[in-house]
């Protein structure tokens, strides 16, 4: 085999008479088109020993002919041959490529940083280069031409990716005269082959106009370079070194290349690998500088947002604190006040007064919230407790909006038995209680309380209906009170009320039990003898005439002889249930004892006690009596009248004569009506 590297630019090769190799093409005038500098493998024949070889060769190149290395040996040891030849620069190269993925990875990165992008493509143009310039590039790929164009291409983008890698951190005029100074290389790529391709020039034409226009960027590049010295950091001072080494070696090959200086193989490599390698490490660390700046940016916002979240974490605190203190002094006003009524409820003596003054309490009570009561319907065709009506609201404007019932306002009566809405179910303990109100359940926004009271005789009733509503104002963002703590404690306060109500129930039936006769449900005598001593201090004081009656059935012993005690309470009883019905709704009447009654009729004169008497007596005499399917006789009833001040002028001895005037009655006849009057 006989290695040459390299002919200049079309050759033939001959033995003797016999064509042996050729590259390029020849054409009647003995011109070609230019075809490449490759290395060349040409295969001697076997009696190539001691016979001439003849070469002929074209070029329009500055120097013409075989120039560089030739060597005969055997195919076997020619490939370890070029590889040896090649290996600096295929080391280089890689070095430039891995260099290049580097600078590619932290230009996708920091997308900001045009730096790292003129890194990346002057690493893949140099690492081209050197490959397409090594011998070992055809054992890649066996083709000349297609090397010699990606070598040039190569060449020709490295003024272009030197401006854009130096562009970085430059002033604005530095700046704009370096993108134009690329810009006219790129340019200049495009045109240079271009014009090749289309057969216009050969590439080897391209080359010298390319190395006078990138000698006169170098010295540009180096004058704004040595210009800005003084203001140049370590860092950029050390890659102005490097990029002065970098140029002189290139200023070095041009030299060379065109003939000025004998031919010498110039380290353009070594200083492309040198001014990389420099150029990466002040990337590198300049990067890592960034990231720092970054990390401490980014520290000092996480600082500042955890001291912004802890403030506000200790504003909410404090907030909380203040509503905690307001809602602690809320909540004792509503027991303070809840103590008052339930004092006052306790002094009352009947449930239904007891339950007027609560009808006057419940809106400052329950303050700020709205409500209606309804009370059981006395009135109701049906069973009290069947029936409802508002008792009295407060907070509307208009009738009042119901969450309970289907219509949208609750009416002033209605059924419990289809309407009545259940009580809301409460948080057993305050412990219970959520931290704040935007975990309250949607349905505590409404509240409906029952008014419960305990009866000796049947248990539990309901006595009222509360319903309670969050005003449209009060939320939990700007009230000042939480809600689940408000209605926990309306709740509990109702439950206290309920509970005292009770009490007064008790005590009304209690003194029901203590005032009334067992048999007839009439006033007993303990009744009568307390009232009646009520009734003359007012008849005293207002001056108005008083009367007094006893009435007492006739022959009652005998009647209880002859049928027994059970029919003679029988009896006491149905003439009790006529004795309402025959006087006035303000008149008092009391069983006395035994068969006898007594009634008061306050503001009557004696003719109209007489009258109410008489009429008594009729009613009584026309009762017809049973008892088993048996007829009774019939029974009357003797009555004796004393007026004051008709009968006397002292109110005290009334029942005494009244008794007299009974017994006069009794031995006139019975079934009569005797009246005391003053001597």
């Known amino acids: 085999m006989l290695y040459i590297f390299s002919?200049?630019?079309?050759?033939?090769?001959?033995?003797?008479?016999?064509?042996?190799?050729?590259?390029?093409?020849?054409?009647?005038e003995g011109r070609g088109e230019f075809a490449g500098w490759p290395w060349h493998a040409i295969?001697?024949?076997?009696?190539?020993?001691?016979?001439?070889?003849?070469?002929?060769?074209?070029?329009?190149?500055?120097?013409?002919?075989?120039?560089?290395?030739?060597?005969?040996?055997?195919?076997?040891?020619?490939?370890?041959?070029?590889?040896?030849?090649?290996?600096?620069?295929?080391?280089?190269?890689?070095?430039?490529?891995?260099?290049?993925?580097?600078?590619?990875?932290?230009?996708?990165?920091r997308k900001d940083d045009q730096g790292f992008s003129g890194i990346a493509l002057f690493s893949s143009s140099s690492s081209l280069l050197l490959l397409a310039g090594t011998d070992a590039s055809q054992l890649l790929w066996h083709q000349p031409l297609v090397w010699e164009y990606l070598e040039a291409i190569s060449y020709y983008m490295v003024p272009v990716a030197l401006?854009?890698?130096?562009?970085?951190?430059?002033?604005?005029?530095?700046?704009?005269?370096?993108?134009?100074?690329?810009?006219?290389?790129l340019l200049y790529l495009l045109l240079a082959l271009g014009a090749s391709l289309l057969g216009l020039v050969t590439l080897a034409a391209t080359y010298p106009v390319f190395d006078g226009l990138f000698w006169v960027s170098l010295i540009v590049m180096s004058g704004m370079a040595l210009f800005n010295f003084r203001q140049m950091s370590g860092a950029q001072r050390l890659l102005l070194a490097v990029f002065s080494v970098y140029c002189l070696l290139l200023i070095a090959d041009m030299v060379v290349a065109h003939g000025f200086l004998p031919w010498v193989r110039v380290p353009v490599s070594w200083g492309v690998l040198l001014f990389l390698l420099a150029v990466v490490s002040i990337s590198v660390v300049h990067y890592r500088q960034i990231q720092i700046q970054i990390q401490l940016q980014q520290m000092n916002s996480r600082l500042e947002q955890e001291v912004a979240e802890r403030t506000a974490k200790a504003e909410a605190l404090t907030l909380r604190e203040r509503r905690r203190v307001k809602l602690l002094t809320f909540e004792n006003e509503k027991n303070h006040l809840s103590d008052v009524v339930v004092a006052s409820l306790q002094s009352c003596v009947s449930l239904t007064q007891a339950m007027e003054l609560l009808v006057l309490e419940l809106p400052d009570l329950t303050s700020p919230l709205r409500g209606v009561l309804y009370q059981p319907d006395a009135l109701c065709t049906y069973l009290p407790e069947d029936c409802w009506r508002q008792v009295v609201s407060w907070g509307y404007n208009s009738n009042p909006s119901s969450p309970f019932t289907n219509s949208s306002t609750l009416p002033e009566t209605f059924d419990g038995l289809i309407n009545l809405p259940p009580p809301t179910r409460l948080f057993a303990d305050i412990r219970d209680l959520p931290l704040d109100d935007t975990d309250l359940p949607t349905a505590l926004h409404n509240l409906c309380l029952w008014i419960n009271v305990q009866k000796a005789e049947s248990g539990r009733h309901t006595i009222g209906l509360l319903q309670l509503v969050m005003p449209e104002y009060f939320s939990a963002?700007?009230?000042?009170?939480?809600?689940?703590?408000?209605?926990?404690?309306?709740?509990?306060?109702?439950?206290?009320?309920?509970?005292?109500?009770?009490?007064?129930?008790?005590?009304?039936?209690?003194?029901?039990?203590?005032?009334?006769?067992?048999?007839?449900?009439?006033?007993?005598?303990?009744?009568?003898?307390?009232?009646?001593?009520?009734?003359?201090?007012?008849?005293?004081?207002?001056?108005?005439?008083?009367?007094?009656?006893?009435?007492?059935?006739?022959?009652?012993?005998?009647?209880?002889?002859?049928?027994?005690?059970?029919?003679?309470?029988?009896?006491?009883?149905?003439i009790a249930s006529e004795l309402a019905p025959a006087f006035r709704e303000s008149d008092v009447v009391c069983r006395y004892g035994g068969e006898a009654f007594v009634i008061i009729m306050a503001g009557a004169s004696s003719a109209q006690a007489k009258a109410k008497a008489t009429g008594l007596c009729e009613r009584v005499q026309s009762l017809r009596l049973e008892h088993e399917g048996v007829a009774l006789r019939p029974l009357t009833i003797s009555v004796g009248v004393a007026n004051w001040p008709d009968s006397t002028l002292n109110p005290e001895k009334l029942m005494g004569l009244a008794d007299k005037a009974l017994y006069r009655a009794k031995r006139n006849g019975r079934n009569r009506v005797e009246v005391s009057y003053s001597g």
């Open 477 to 574: 963002n700007t009230t000042e009170y939480g809600i689940a703590r408000l209605y926990f404690s309306m709740d509990q306060i109702i439950q206290k009320i309920g509970l005292t109500l009770s009490g007064v129930l008790l005590q009304d039936d209690l003194q029901k039990f203590s005032y009334e006769d067992a048999l007839t449900g009439l006033h007993n005598r303990r009744f009568f003898d307390r009232f009646i001593k009520h009734e003359r201090a007012v008849c005293l004081r207002s001056q108005r005439p008083q009367t007094l009656l006893i009435a007492d059935v006739d022959h009652f012993k005998r009647f209880n002889d002859d049928y027994g005690h059970e029919v003679g309470d029988l009896v006491l009883q149905r």
């Open 163 to 185: 401006g854009v890698m130096l562009v970085q951190g430059r002033g604005a005029r530095s700046a704009r005269l370096l993108r134009r100074l690329w810009q006219l290389h």
């Open 7 to 28: 002919i200049d630019l079309i050759v033939q090769v001959w033995q003797g008479d016999r064509q042996i190799y050729q590259f390029g093409e020849f054409d009647a």
């Open 43 to 109: 295969a001697l024949p076997p009696d190539y020993h001691d016979k001439p070889l003849y070469f002929r060769i074209y070029s329009n190149y500055i120097d013409i002919g075989l120039w560089g290395k030739v060597a005969v040996m055997e195919q076997q040891a020619l490939v370890p041959y070029i590889l040896k030849n090649s290996v600096k620069s295929l080391i280089v190269a890689g070095m430039c490529a891995f260099l290049a993925l580097l600078a590619a990875i932290f230009a996708f990165l």
